[in-house]
């Protein structure tokens, strides 16, 4: 167990729609970082927050958001739903803003019908 | 734009043996992570090298990075079956625009 927790486990939802992602990280981890992982991409790194402001961001679709709050939790907010977004989505923590050791959480898996 | 290769893709081999799977980047790097993930799980972080000649062990794995060559390798002695898993490198580029970007990943299966 990392003590990176993420909610929900599993989603399923139809084209067009919208939805949450939920990341807790490691208590005292400044950082959280999301990622995609799915068969045709990969794993790839969408976006990243440090200590609620935006870091870094990589290959995050327009329709795609997030936001770190006060309290360090993360949200990813996927919205317009296309099959192809379907896939496994990993929330990370890292203690600083250059990611030494990150701790993954179990992952989002994500199934747009 | 940082890219990162690993080879090879999948791997099958016999318990007992030796193998390397090995990891380039395209441009300067000074932080070369590995993870492991077993099927349908999350990532677990292995080594983070940060420096040219880092070499790392735990257990049967030990991972070193040549920065020189833009190349780390990570290196199973005497592989055993619970060693099976996909095992991906991970690099970020030195012009600190944090992109961590991932190899394609090593499907290892290990035959008892």
């Known amino acids: 167990d990392s003590g990176v927790t993420q909610t929900p486990k599993h989603l399923i939802t139809a084209t067009g729609q919208r939805v949450t992602l939920r990341c807790s990280p490691r208590s005292g981890d400044l950082s959280v970082y999301w990622y995609q992982q799915s068969l045709d991409q990969g794993l790839q790194f969408l976006i990243q927050?440090?200590?609620?402001?935006?870091?870094a961001k990589g290959n995050i679709l327009e329709r795609f958001s997030a936001q770190q709050f006060p309290d360090l939790h993360s949200e990813l907010n996927l919205s317009s739903l296309e099959l192809g977004d379907s896939a496994l989505y990993f929330c990370?923590?890292?203690?600083?803003?250059?990611?030494?050791?990150?701790?993954f959480g179990p992952g989002t898996r994500l199934t747009v019908t | 734009e940082l890219k990162v290769e690993q080879n090879p893709l999948f791997l099958s081999m016999q318990e007992g043996k030796n193998y390397t799977i090995y990891c380039n980047y395209s441009t300067t790097s000074d932080r070369l992570y590995w993870y492991r993930q077993d099927p349908g799980k999350s990532l677990e972080s292995l080594f983070v090298?940060?420096?040219?000649?880092a070499v790392k062990q735990e257990g049967r794995l030990m991972a070193s990075l040549d920065t020189k060559a833009r190349l780390s390798t990570l290196h199973i002695t005497a592989a055993v079956h619970d060693l099976s898993a996909t095992y991906f490198c991970?690099?970020?580029?030195?012009?600190?625009?944090?992109?961590?970007?991932f190899g394609k990943g090593t499907r290892l299966h290990i035959l008892p």
């Open positions: 927050y440090y200590n609620g402001e935006e870091r």
């Open positions: 991970a690099a970020l580029p030195m012009n600190r625009d944090d992109k961590i970007i």
């Open positions: 090298l940060l420096s040219n000649g």
């Open positions: 990370a923590s890292s203690t600083q803003g250059l990611p030494y050791e990150q701790y």
